[in-house]
């Protein structure tokens, strides 16, 4: 019954507040959740193929370098008496030409890999008539030197049949191949979203220039610890055995620091709706004052008092969260394009497809939006339960902050600041910021907490100027928000927050766009580039022959050329890129921007000199490693020191990057392909007929692609958009949810003030006076909570800048200030605190004068 | 219920912007268990502040309130909670219905709150007792000021409480309805005899009870 009274009836009879606030919980999980499920859908995308490509295996040989000779297949013979099985495998990524689509390639020994994974041939050769299995005979057919096997969708897809001839590029090596096998859609074909080609071993070690070298071997071995001691024997330098997972593992840690950010943006759009739960559960508190007042009365206990209001809480999580759920699941579908994107241009190559809602994630979702908002209500409640019986008669007295609450809360605010000072020097905990993002929430309280005094003065300093310009009304305005200060307060919070939180990222965002766009400026000063693939993101599957490097170097109208290589390499057990460049020409036409020593000459002069390296920053800071010190990277066939001779800026890749002289790479990693060439022209050279010329010459022959530098400038920068879109969205839920709130509390002050508003009336005050007056005390709630709200954006912005992404990623970002964006922004949000008054003053004039002041 | 106030000053505490404002002062008073009391006094004596002492709604700031052998003083905040919800029954000017709860909830209220047992047929019974068995389903705002009065009485009364406390009840009512509300009260008392304290300026509305204590700033005059 005290239920009833006091929660479910009114929830039910006040129907917009609580759309309003069940909606703002919705969205803050909503974004949890969609986040969680398209993250665990790329994520799930990659482990699956990882597991379908890996089939039977429990053990995997491996080199950190990413190949291994094929001697050491021999060196495993001994197993072969405990019961051991090998599979020998080449598993690496190219594209089929001419539409350039990203494919694996998985080069196996078609005779022994039955054991390891399950093919179930749909049709083979010629033989289209499914009740005639294929005789011992046709299957041979698939051993010839230039055979491939395909899965039927991908095939389908493609317009592909038995016969028809398809065309590789991988390692640089472009192949004209003829399928003459169509699997099932099963086992290893459903690996990559189908994106697979299946061949000899032979097939492909000839083909793609990987004569006497594998990826991997696959093994299937007993379970003990003898067996996996003596492997560990048998295993030459710079080769070591893991279980198939591992490789999971590693690329799961690479996306942590990714998906922990984008959490910690959701989490703002859910600290927002948990500051409207707290705003709601708070107001009708105190609507309620006076029944609570009767039920105290009557005899109900505090304790009882509370449990209903934390069971309001608690009413709106639930709704809160399961609404969100549905609205996340949605979400996720539209945003998965998005972070499958992200993932790709950053870091893997994955194909996510459908969503789909795990038990866990409900449970997730459900938790946070319930036990926030259950949180949220217990300050509220615990007031509520303090009403004191019989407060129904004396009404007025209890609404005012005293001078006391408000020194409090300024100590507060100076405790909170002076914790997240320390809290910004943590250093990071296993990748994760933790203490950037305990800073965050500190910085927040201590705002918040200073929304009284922000208030107040305002309203004070505004006086004297609104009495000027609208007379009474304005005095009137200033006064009515300074006597409400509680909920006013509580109002301004609301709006600083996602006002803070929309500056910071704005800054943040700005900022960083900014930097790249100078690094991108500074870096790309090449006249053209060329490259074997069209698009940024599959770059790294689409190479070049070395061959083509002397070509372009003879054209008449190139100055010189830079030829970039490198792959994934695994270092600490984490996945880094190794690089390598032409350092002379670098040194002498380039300007890598650099972090030590100040200018790139020496740096690479040094490397080339010492067999050298140079770092990224996020290399340097994520393994804490600097000019002076040595890196020990595995190379095919064993591990070898590299002194770091510099270390230079580089936001293309969080990982850390590790670039070395190409002479030194390619004699390393025997590996001659390029991924791109860098062009220098001569002076004077049209740059767009060069491009043209270029293309003509290398285009029918390696399938090459000549762009000019602005368009890579162009391209840069838009994958950055791209990535920063969440961003941008989450931005605006939070500061839609923080209008929402402010409309809320808007219209429960009027509800409340209804009799002294119909004195107003009595009193001789018009209705346009008294909309003037209700518009002109949102405008100052507005103008407190912009002025809160960018001081705290402002400090908010430098965490995210110096702390949460130095450790999250290791990049340094310079300080720009987007003026037109903030700007913008500031505008929606002082209007829209404009528009939420207007609600309110509509409300206000449908009083009914007479009943409001007979009322009591 | 024997109530039993010594030496009893209230003061309400001041704040940053007002005095403290000194309501009763050293008052002391004995009523009768099934005494029908009147307390008559100009707006401000300090009736109402009497009352909330008296009903263990506030403490006094000294001296002691006991009713039958309890000193309230002495009880804590949730002794005093279940003294009220138990043995006091309320009745005020401006009714004081819970606008969320239906005429019948309301009524029910306490018995709920007390967890009690068939409370269907006592609250049917306590409706047609007040004349409004036909308004079961209606909320406050759908009443007129008497009707409001009369399902306040029947909540008042529904557990049988051995006090009963109306602060003006017809304050906010027409004489047809003040007569009807005060003839309500009267059968409450005479059919449950508890002891029942009204505070009233209306000398008509002083008569039906069996005596009057008169109050002014703050003191028993008489």
């Known amino acids: 019954m005290i239920l009833r009274a006091l929660v479910l009836r009114p929830l039910v009879r006040e129907k917009l507040r609580t759309a309003l606030t069940v909606l703002g919980i919705a969205v803050g999980v909503a974004v949890v959740v969609a986040i969680q499920l398209a993250n665990q859908s790329a994520l799930r995308a990659f482990r699956e193929s990882v597991d379908a490509v890996a089939g039977r295996a429990n053990f995997q040989v491996v080199s950190d370098a990413g190949v291994i000779s094929e001697n050491v297949l021999l060196r495993l013979r001994p197993l072969w008496r405990s019961g051991g099985r090998f599979a020998p495998v080449i598993d690496i990524e190219g594209v089929i030409e001419p539409s350039q689509l990203p494919i694996r390639l ?505 067999g050298g390296v140079v770092v990224s920053e996020s290399f340097s800071l994520r393994f804490d490693k600097g000019v002076g010190d040595t890196v020990e990277l595995p190379v095919p066939g064993g591990r070898r020191s590299f002194p770091i001779t510099g270390v230079y800026r580089d936001y293309s890749n969080d990982r850390g990057v590790v670039v070395m002289d190409r002479p030194l790479y390619v004699e390393l990693f025997r590996d001659q392909a390029i991924n791109t060439i860098v062009v220098y022209l001569e002076p004077g050279v049209d740059h767009e007929w060069a491009r043209r010329r270029l293309e003509e010459m290398f285009g029918p022959k390696y399938g090459a692609f000549a762009i000019s530098n602005a368009s890579i400038r162009r391209e840069v920068m838009t994958i950055f958009d791209q990535t920063f879109m969440i961003t941008y969205a989450l931005l605006g839920v939070a500061i839609a949810v923080a209008v929402l709130g402010i409309v809320n509390t808007l219209s429960a002050l009027i509800l409340e003030r209804t009799r002294e508003l119909a004195l107003l009336r009595v009193t001789g005050m018009s209705r346009r006076q008294v909309r003037t007056m209700i518009v002109l005390e949102s405008s100052l709630i507005g103008v407190a909570s912009t002025v809160t709200g960018v001081a705290m954006g402002w400090v908010l912005s430098w965490i995210l800048i110096h702390v949460i992404n130095k450790q999250s990623f290791g990049w340094t970002i310079d300080f720009h200030v987007p003026a037109a964006l903030i700007a913008v922004s500031l505008a929606i949000t002082f209007l829209s605190s404009l528009a939420a008054g207007v609600i309110p003053a509509r409300l206000a004039n449908r009083i009914p004068v007479a009943a409001a002041i007979k009322a009591e | 219920m024997r109530v039993s106030l010594q030496h009893v000053s209230h003061d309400y505490a001041g704040t940053e912007d007002s005095a403290a404002v000194h309501v009763l002062d050293d008052v002391s008073l004995e009523i009768t268990s099934g005494d029908f009391a009147v307390l008559m006094g100009a707006s401000g004596s300090g009736k109402s502040t009497l009352l909330n002492l008296i009903g263990a709604v506030d403490r006094p700031t000294s001296g002691r309130v006991f009713l039958d052998q309890v000193d309230t003083s002495s009880l804590s905040e949730n002794g005093l909670t279940r003294l009220r919800r138990d043995a006091i029954g309320f009745v005020f000017q401006f009714f004081n219905l819970i606008p969320t709860l239906d005429v019948y909830e309301n009524v029910a209220f306490p018995l709920s709150l007390a967890g009690q047992k068939n409370v269907r047929e006592r609250v049917r019974a306590a409706l047609a007792e007040v004349g409004l068995g036909h308004r079961e389903t209606h909320f406050p705002s759908e009443l007129s000021g008497g009707e409001m009065q009369r399902v306040a009485i029947a909540r008042a009364v529904i557990h049988r409480p051995s006090l009963v406390l109306a602060d003006e009840p017809t304050g906010n009512l027409d004489s047809k309805n003040g007569t009807m509300i005060l003839d309500l009260i009267r059968s409450v008392r005479q059919e449950h005899r508890p002891t029942v304290i009204m505070a009233t300026h209306s000398d008509r509305a002083a008569a039906y009870g069996d005596y009057v204590i008169h109050i002014a700033d703050g003191r028993i005059a008489g």
């Open chain 1, 106 to 610: 998985l080069g196996v020994d078609l005779f022994s890999d039955l054991h390891f994974r399950d093919y179930r041939f749909a049709t083979v050769l010629t033989s289209e008539d499914r009740a005639a299995p294929p005789s011992a005979q046709q299957y041979l057919e698939l051993f010839k030197p230039d055979s491939v096997v395909l899965p039927a969708p991908f095939a389908r897809q493609q317009g592909l049949a038995i016969g028809s001839p398809v065309v590789l590029n991988v390692n640089g090596n472009r192949r004209r191949l003829i399928v003459r096998g169509i699997l099932e859609a099963h086992g290893p074909a459903t690996a990559f979203n189908g994106s697979i080609a299946i061949c000899d071993l032979a097939t492909a070690q000839r083909n793609f220039g990987m004569l006497g070298e594998l990826s991997r071997i696959d093994l299937i071995v007993p379970e003990t610890a003898a067996v996996t001691a003596a492997l560990e024997k048998l295993l030459p330098e710079g080769t070591r055995v893991e279980r198939p997972s591992r490789r999971n593992e590693r690329v799961s840690r690479m996306l942590r620091a990714f998906r922990v950010n984008l959490f910690a943006l959701a989490g703002v759009a859910l600290l927002v709706g948990v500051f409207l739960v707290y705003n709601t559960v708070l107001i009708s508190i105190l609507r309620r004052r006076r029944e609570v007042g009767i039920l105290r009365t009557l005899g109900t206990a505090p304790r009882q008092i509370f449990l209903a209001f934390l069971a309001e809480g608690a009413l709106f999580g639930i709704a809160g969260s399961a609404l969100g759920i549905l609205l996340g699941n949605t979400l996720a579908t539209s945003i998965l394009g998005l972070v499958g994107r992200t993932i790709n241009a950053l870091y893997i190559t994955s194909r996510p497809q459908a969503v789909v809602l795990t038990p866990g994630v409900i449970a997730a979702g459900i938790a946070v939006g319930t036990l926030l908002s259950l949180l949220s209500a217990i300050q509220p409640a615990i007031e509520a339960s303090r009403v004191p019986p019989g407060v129904m008669i004396r009404a007025g007295l209890q609404q005012r902050t005293g001078v006391r609450g408000r020194r409090r809360l300024l100590g507060v605010a100076l405790v909170s600041f002076i914790l997240a000072v320390i809290a910004s020097r943590i250093p990071p905990t296993g990748g994760v910021a933790i203490g950037g993002y305990l800073a965050v929430l500190l910085v927040v309280a201590g705002f918040s907490a200073l929304a009284p005094a922000a208030v107040l003065r305002t309203s004070a300093l505004a006086r004297p100027v609104m009495r000027r310009l609208f007379n009474v009304v304005g005095t009137v305005a200033a006064a009515a928000v300074q006597a409400s200060l509680r909920r006013t307060s509580v109002a301004s919070a609301a709006l600083a927050l996602a006002i803070g939180m929309m500056v910071a990222v704005a800054l943040m965002v700005g900022s960083f766009r900014e930097t790249v766009r100078i690094w991108v400026d500074q870096t790309v000063q090449s006249d053209l580039w060329l490259r074997p693939s069209r698009g940024l993101s599959n770059a790294q599957s689409a190479l070049f022959p070395s061959a083509i490097g002397e070509e372009v170097r003879k054209v008449d109208f190139v100055r010189a050329i830079d030829r970039i290589r490198g792959r994934d390499v695994v270092y600490e057990e984490a996945i880094i890129w190794v690089g390598s460049g032409d350092f002379g020409v670098g040194a002498e036409m380039g300007d890598l921007p650099m972090v030590a020593p100040r200018s790139a000459d020496p740096a690479l002069a040094e490397a080339v000199a010492r």
